[in-house]
């Protein structure tokens, strides 16, 4: 029995057949992974070497739902990604909804893509902008509980990275999160 080598598909094919089974134009993926409408085609039609950018290649390979090393020009970064609950929580969210990414991202305004994009990816934290985080809720179908939770703990996060304890100043903070809280109708 003989062994049969194992062709490894081209980075670009792999994207050009990504495209073409998601019935995704060029320039909308061009917006989603942060480039131009001609390097996407570029990229595709092999005119320059694929891209061996850390930042674009991670994109891609989140639109594309992969891992990003399954693209051979990847190169595994040497700093950790770090992904809080609240990202897997909205990756979760996307699963049980049987959403794409890809559809998941079109739900949302052109300018808003690639943000949503580096969420996913860990680059970005979850946005503190309550209406932002209220436009992911909603695209989800996440109760306003959820998104307030959410929210809640990024500000936190905010709040302890900037220098505050929010455990000796804990009367501010919850009656901060209080009036929030009314202020959303939760209460």
Same mark, same amino acid.
């Given at each position: 029995?003989?062994?049969?080598?194992?062709?490894?598909?081209?980075?670009?094919?792999?994207?050009?057949?990504?495209?073409?089974?998601?019935?995704?134009?060029?320039?909308?993926?061009?917006?989603?992974?942060?480039?131009? %409408?001609?390097?996407?085609?570029?990229?595709?039609?092999?005119? /320059?070497?694929?891209?061996? *950018? $850390? +930042?674009?290649?991670?994109? !891609?390979?989140?639109?594309?739902?992969?891992?990003?090393?399954?693209?051979?020009?990847?190169?595994?970064?040497?700093?950790?990604?770090?992904?809080?609950?609240?990202?897997?929580?909205?990756?979760?969210?996307?699963?049980?909804?049987?959403?794409?990414?890809?559809?998941? %991202?079109?739900?949302?305004?052109?300018?808003?893509?690639?943000? /949503?994009?580096?969420?996913? *990816? $860990? +680059?970005?934290?979850?946005? !503190?902008?309550?209406?932002?985080?209220?436009?992911?809720?909603?695209?989800?179908?996440?109760?306003?509980?959820?998104?307030?939770?959410?929210?809640?703990?990024?500000?936190?996060?905010?709040?302890?990275?900037?220098?505050?304890?929010?455990?000796?100043?804990?009367?501010?903070?919850?009656?901060?999160?209080?009036?929030?809280?009314?202020? /959303?109708?939760?209460?």
């Amino acid at each position: 029995m003989k062994n049969k080598q194992i062709i490894q598909e081209k980075s670009s094919e792999k994207v050009a057949k990504f495209l073409d089974k998601n019935t995704l134009h060029k320039k909308d993926f061009a917006e989603m992974i942060g480039v131009t %409408l001609s390097y996407v085609y570029n990229l595709i039609d092999e005119s /320059i070497p694929f891209s061996t *950018r $850390g +930042t674009t290649l991670e994109r !891609i390979a989140t639109v594309m739902e992969i891992e990003p090393e399954e693209f051979e020009e990847y190169k595994i970064p040497q700093e950790p990604v770090i992904i809080d609950d609240s990202v897997e929580f909205i990756k979760d969210a996307i699963k049980s909804k049987k959403m794409s990414v890809v559809n998941f %991202l079109k739900a949302f305004p052109r300018k808003k893509r690639l943000d /949503i994009v580096d969420i996913l *990816r $860990g +680059t970005l934290p979850v946005p !503190i902008d309550y209406k932002d985080l209220s436009m992911i809720g909603q695209v989800l179908d996440l109760t306003t509980d959820e998104i307030y939770n959410m929210w809640e703990r990024r500000l936190k996060q905010v709040l302890e990275i900037n220098g505050m304890n929010i455990y000796s100043n804990a009367a501010l903070v919850n009656s901060m999160f209080e009036c929030a809280k009314k202020f /959303i109708h939760l209460k």
